[in-house]
């Protein structure tokens, strides 16, 4: 059973818009984290957006301004809008959560951003 369900990947344009969606299953009990990382072939994980176990919002360099990321608690979900999309946003997207004893990815998604 995957324990986080990422949806809404896939071929867009640059210029458009793509907004991803996370939900985590009922055997993550409690989420006090949870965002979103990409990475790219050969290259490591970096961080897009988040909310942090603090309560605060957490944005990559190359997100801000353009990324907006949205919860809602009572889904165990979190939303990634990502308008004005280039083709160095190309990646596979993946979710994340924590609880107060583990670390959880989702399968990820492929997002390409190509004409």
């Known amino acids: 059973q995957e324990q986080l369900v990422e949806s809404g990947g896939g071929l867009v344009q640059p210029g458009g818009s793509l907004r991803l969606s996370c939900v985590a299953s009922?055997?993550?009990?409690?989420?006090?984290?949870m965002g979103w990382y990409r990475q790219v072939p050969g290259g490591q994980r970096n961080l897009v957006a988040a909310?942090?176990?603090?309560?605060?919002?957490h944005y990559g360099d190359f997100a801000k301004g353009r990324f907006t990321i949205t919860r809602d608690n009572a889904k165990k979900a979190v939303y990634l809008q990502m308008d004005n999309l280039n083709p160095e946003d190309t990646a596979v997207y993946y979710c994340?959560?924590?609880?107060?004893?583990?670390?959880?990815w989702g399968q990820g998604t492929q997002v390409t951003v190509s004409s």
């Open positions: 994340y959560a924590k609880d107060n004893d583990n670390f959880y």
């Open positions: 009922e055997s993550i009990v409690s989420v006090n984290a």
């Open positions: 909310f942090l176990s603090s309560g605060n919002v």
